[in-house]
Nanobody, 115 residues
């Protein structure tokens, strides 16, 4: 069973940047669709960015042009570079690995954008 560990969250001022990382224990990482999702207090979890095994990427409209997802299959790693952060980006960010109809979640990392 794949395990995911996120890191890189924290407190940042509006306009600042953070980089989230997610490492996995799976032996077939290159076959996974990897995604970053977030959940703000009182709101549903939403997709932020997703990258398939073939490298196809899609982003939520609210983060296009500000966030970049990337993966390193040799390191079992997926990153989310977040620039021009806004208070509305405040949420717990979760990494997700999807393969064969099964999705696995990490424990989440808090991102707070505030002055």
């Amino acid at each position: 069973q794949v395990q995911l560990v996120e890191s890189g969250g924290g407190l940042v001022q509006p306009g600042g940047s953070l980089r989230l990382s997610c490492t996995t224990s799976g032996s077939i990482f290159s076959s996974y669709t990897m995604g970053w999702y977030r959940q703000a207090p009182g709101k549903q979890r939403e997709m932020v960015a997703r990258i398939t095994s073939l490298g196809y990427i899609n982003y939520a409209e609210s983060v296009k042009g500000r966030f970049t997802i990337s993966r390193d299959n040799a390191k079992n790693l997926v990153d989310l570079q977040m620039n021009s952060l806004e208070p509305e980006d405040t949420a717990v960010y979760y990494c997700n690995a999807y393969y064969g109809g099964v999705g696995t979640w990490g424990q989440g990392t808090q991102v707070t954008v505030s002055s």
